[in-house]
């Protein structure tokens, strides 16, 4: 079982803030609602891209500097992912397996899926042993194709997946318009403070899988894993986000 002792502390002042600043905008937000009888959490504005992100499942994910060599939609624990296997353009011996799971309908939450990835590892490969999990972050910087003109910052689940036949690095966090989180709980935060605009804050879980030597360690996948997270990230804004 993975620890998320070391993570929550290190991300439980933000989260304490997060959540007083949500609670008093529900407080101004509610009193309106409960005296007109309108809540705002009953009916919630539609998701834009939900058409664009239920395509995922079906096509997986374009990469830039990427090749996709095979690409389907699978059942992982309660959910259907797209499992996509991509190659580095230029080289033979660079590949990663890309796990996208996309929000499917305005009433989807992110939930903890990452249980869902380890229960597939081990019915994939008999086995799955995680080791040397830290919280990692990554940014990616603005381009053409993106409407902010600044650097949009990721946190992630970074570990070592094991298995009897293969060992890889993973990076874990699920993917918004304006950044990423492995927590469930900045994602909620973020869709309470969209909808009170009218908005929504869609989601896609990302697992990155990265093959690398048996039992090794992990933070020398580190550079390779923070370079593909940056360019799914990216795509994913520029897309489907």
Known sequence: MISFSKFFKENRLSQVAALLLLLLLLVMGGV???????????????????????????????????????????????????VQVIKKEGSEDTQAILLLLPQSGPMEQPE????????????RWGKWDVAQYRSAEFTVKPSAKLASNV???????????????????????????????PSPFNWFVADQLAQWRK???????VS?????????????????????????????????L
């Open 32 to 82: 309106p609602g409960y005296l007109t009888g309108h809540w705002q959490w009953k009916q919630p504005s539609p998701v834009s891209s939900l058409k664009e992100l239920r395509q995922i499942r079906k096509a997986g994910l374009t990469v830039p500097g990427w090749q996709t060599t095979e690409q389907g939609e699978q059942q992982i624990g309660e959910h259907k992912w797209s």
């Open 112 to 123: 903890v899926e990452w249980t869902e990835v380890n229960g597939w590892g081990r019915s």
């Open 151 to 181: 650097e949009t910052k990721v946190e992630a689940r970074f570990f070592r997946g094991s298995t009897p036949q293969q060992t890889f690095a993973v990076l874990q966090w699920y993917a918004m318009p304006n950044g990423g989180n």
């Open 199 to 205: 908005q929504r804050t869609p989601w896609v879980g």
């Open 208 to 240: 990155i899988l990265i093959p690398m030597e048996p039992l090794g360690q992990v933070e020398k996948s580190w550079p390779l894993a923070e370079s593909i997270g940056e360019t799914v990230q990216a795509a994913l804004m520029a897309g489907p």
